[in-house]
T-cell receptor, first 112, second 113 residues
Framework: DGGITQSPKYLFRKEGQNVTLSCEQNLNHDAMYWYRQDPGQGLRLIYYSQIVNDFQKGDIAEGYSVSREKKESFPLTVTSAQKNPTAFYLC???????????FGQGTRLTVV | GQQLNQSPQSMFIQEGEDVSMNCTSSSIFNTWLWYKQDPGEGPVLLIALYKAGELTSNGRLTAQFGITRKDSFLNISASIPSDVGIYFCAGAISNFGNEKLTFGTGTRLTIIP
């Protein structure tokens, strides 16, 4: 079945460590996005990519990095520079010519 | 970034009641989307709106693209238990595609027995 797969579902990280969240889609979508969700808040855009080998910062990019080497994949690295990394991270992709974003099931990252 | 104000923040209703929520922006959007999120899951797209004044239905859900392009409304008729969750509006400045979305803060819907 087509869709967006995020892994892992739950992730625990020690302070000072980098961690990479996976996002894969088989929808043949050009654009992919990473959002962060905190309790009581909406989704805030971290990074987005409209084409392979190109990406742009969103509203809260500091402490994060991404790559887009393949159309299907858009991994997010949460670096040690991110001061408050505990959150629910959502990956999405969208269709060419449309703005409807389709989401994965999310990764809940907890810093311990 | 831009802000979308969504209201109400939470709703407590009885099964069978109708629900109304809205989303307003300080600037114009040319795309409005409505999503529903269940706990611990990613948001699921409910309705997409691309034209000012547009009224679109998806089963018991009806959404409207405000004529000013600065607001949108979502109505749910005859609520049922599976309607429980958080509803988010989202807007995009253009309707050319692959546009980044701005999300509202959500409306949490709870059905009381």
């Amino acid at each position: 079945d087509g869709g967006i797969t995020q892994s892992p579902k739950y992730l625990f990280r020690k302070e000072g460590q980098n961690v990479t969240l996976s996002c894969e889609q088989n929808l043949n979508h050009d654009a992919m996005y990473w959002y962060r969700q905190d309790p009581g808040q909406g989704l805030r855009l971290i990074y987005y990519s409209q084409i392979v080998n190109d990406f742009q910062k969103g509203d809260i990019a500091e402490g994060y990095s991404v790559s887009r080497e393949k159309k299907e994949s858009f991994p997010l690295t949460v670096t040690s520079a991110q001061k408050n990394p505990t959150a629910f991270y959502l990956c999405a992709s969208s269709t060419v010519g449309g703005n409807e974003a389709f989401f994965g099931q999310g990764t809940r990252l907890t810093v311990v | 970034g831009q802000q979308l104000n969504q209201s109400p923040q939470s709703m407590f209703i009885q099964e069978g009641e109708d629900v109304s929520m809205n989303c307003t922006s300080s600037s114009i959007f040319n795309t409005w989307l409505w999503y529903k999120q269940d706990p611990g899951e990613g948001p699921v797209l409910l309705i997409a709106l691309y034209k000012a004044g547009e009224l679109t239905s998806n089963g018991r859900l009806t959404a409207q693209f405000g004529i000013t392009r600065k607001d949108s409304f979502l109505n749910i008729s005859a609520s049922i238990p599976s309607d429980v969750g958080i509803y988010f509006c989202a807007g995009a400045i253009s309707n050319f595609g692959n546009e980044k979305l701005t999300f509202g803060t959500g409306t949490r819907l709870t059905i009381i027995p």
